[in-house]
């Protein structure tokens, strides 16, 4: 998604931000936007977990009936 923006578009978005937002707030978007990333990234990785375990427990019933 990131890759067609090339440098210049990405300049040019880096400058509207700091054109709308200015550079007081800029800051406190990037560490909300962090954030909301990382608890995104920690919640999938949980959903993950979770169903690779239930996964882990079927086979497991699996093999124990198939012996």
């Known amino acids: 998604m990131l890759s067609n923006i090339g440098v210049p578009g990405l300049i040019l978005i ?3 931000a700091l054109i ?3 550079p007081k707030k800029l800051p406190e978007i990037g ?3 962090g954030q909301t990333l990382r608890e995104f990234k920690k919640s999938t990785r949980e959903l993950t977990s979770d ?3 239930e996964f882990e427990e ?3 019933e699996i ?3 198939t012996k």
């Open 63 to 65: 093999t124990k009936v």
């Open 14 to 16: 880096l400058v509207l």
């Open 31 to 33: 560490r909300a936007f």
């Open 20 to 22: 709308i937002f200015g």
């Open 58 to 60: 079927e086979k497991k």
């Open 51 to 53: 169903v690779m375990d």
